[in-house]
């Protein structure tokens, strides 16, 4: 009789102690699955708000100078405007350039893979990024010198 009191008694310290261990570990992975969610949920959302802020807008538009000579020919050069932007190292940069003057401005960024078209009443958006210091040439495709109705060539300062 004793034995089998004893071993009754065991079994039921094991069966508390499994019951109460079940617990645990539930609330444990219900803390540690709360606190993933949490840090799954916050971190994106700052992640969002910290490109938000990190992203800076460049705006310029295409423009024209138009002049008559002496001998009254009439010259003309297209432009980016402002001329000169400035942008850090690493600086993330949406370039949005309106087109204003001239139907089609095909542009590439020298020594970039960076590329588009403006075209006339509209915005073209470009996202751009550099990782070497330097002077980047914004130079239009078709007007690229003073044969072509140019020089429409602007400068990306990167420092
Ligand atoms: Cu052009």
Redesign the pocket.
């Known amino acids: 009789m004793i034995k089998s009191d004893h071993l009754e008694e065991i079994t039921l310290k094991i069966f508390v102690w499994r019951r109460s261990s079940v617990i645990l570990v539930f609330m444990m992975m219900v803390a540690i699955i709360s606190v993933s969610v949490w840090f799954y949920f916050n971190n994106e959302s700052l992640s969002a708000f910290k490109q938000d802020k990190t992203v800076r807008e460049i705006h310029l538009v295409?423009g024209e100078f138009k002049g008559v000579t002496e001998d009254r020919t009439e010259i003309e050069s297209?432009r980016w405007d402002p001329g000169t932007i400035f942008v850090e190292k690493d600086e993330k940069i949406t370039l949005r350039i309106m087109g204003v003057s001239?139907k089609k401005?095909p542009?590439i960024i020298e020594g970039t893979d960076y590329k588009g078209i403006v075209t006339q009443g509209e915005e073209t958006a470009l996202n751009i990024e550099f990782n070497q210091e330097g002077v980047y040439r914004l130079i239009?495709l078709?007007?690229p010198d003073m044969n072509n109705h140019?020089p429409?060539v602007g400068y990306i300062i990167v420092d």
């Open positions: 295409t297209y001239g401005h542009f239009c078709a007007h140019g429409m």
